[in-house]
């Protein structure tokens, strides 16, 4: 039988690309796209949509109904600087969507569940450099509480009633097509529509903060990938680290000036900065290169030409 996908949060960052990327490759009607509020042209024009909050267990489930979904990618997360703000419902939204998920698959609703995990379930104790797959890992911010939890919670269901749940812990990651919501990575994407729009930007974080980053197709390939491995193959059920490439505003802003002369950073350092400096400077992936073969292909260079060049089309119109 044919596997029906549902999106849930398909127009955040990931979840837009994701859901476009699904419907190229298995056909639209059998991508099914949901969030709390509508997406890009693009995304809801080209397949099915459904409004759900995930949350709310019986709109996940009516959907599943309707379509005969076999397979959830739940992307929809309250990130990490915007969880600092409001902490009680970041673990609300976190938790709870992705106990209906495992409860889903668990009732034999569903097959298959993809959930990410993220570099934020690392903390301070945990080595700065090349952050090994077992490690210590004591998070300090409420998102990556929420994600060591629930990487806990995959690997339970998993042992316990055999539910085929997947997982990465992405790091930060760069695209131009939606707009990132509320992480600490986020510098990385804005700097550069700002660039493009004003030729200047002032950045959150320190210039020699360095973190892992990743360009959105490797994260969208790596997504895709773990969830058609054969399941054999997955030999870790909380979650694999993925790695791309590690660098600093500094760098990111040296390697943009390549392309615009004069493009200009001042730098004003916020709470995120605190986020930025529990989080490991790189990140070992050699498991996930091993079990099922995950390989990256963009790096800083190859992104900033492709963001840039994709940015300057968006934002014809408004260049000054
Ligand atoms: C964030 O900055 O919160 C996210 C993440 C690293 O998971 N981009």
Redesign the pocket.
Known sequence: MKNTILVIGACGQIGTELTLKLRDINGQNSIVASDIHEGSDELMHSGPFEFINAMDYESILNVIQKYQITEVYLMAAM???TGEKYPEKAWELNMNSLFHVLNLAKAKKIKKVFWPS???VFGPTTPKINAPQETVMEPSTV?GISKQAGERWCEYYFNKFGVDVRSIR????ISWKAI?GG????YAVDIYHRAILENKYTSFLSENTMLPMMYIDDAINATINIMDAPSETIKIRSSYNLAAMSFTPEELFNEIKKHLPSFEISYKTDFRQKIADSWPKSIDDSRAREDWGWNHSVGVKKMTSIMLDNLKIKYRTKIK
Request: net charge negative; aromatic share 12%; hydrophobic share 30%.
């Open positions: 990130l990490s600087a993220s570099i934020a998102y992405y790091p930060g990651i990132p992480g600490t990575t986020d």
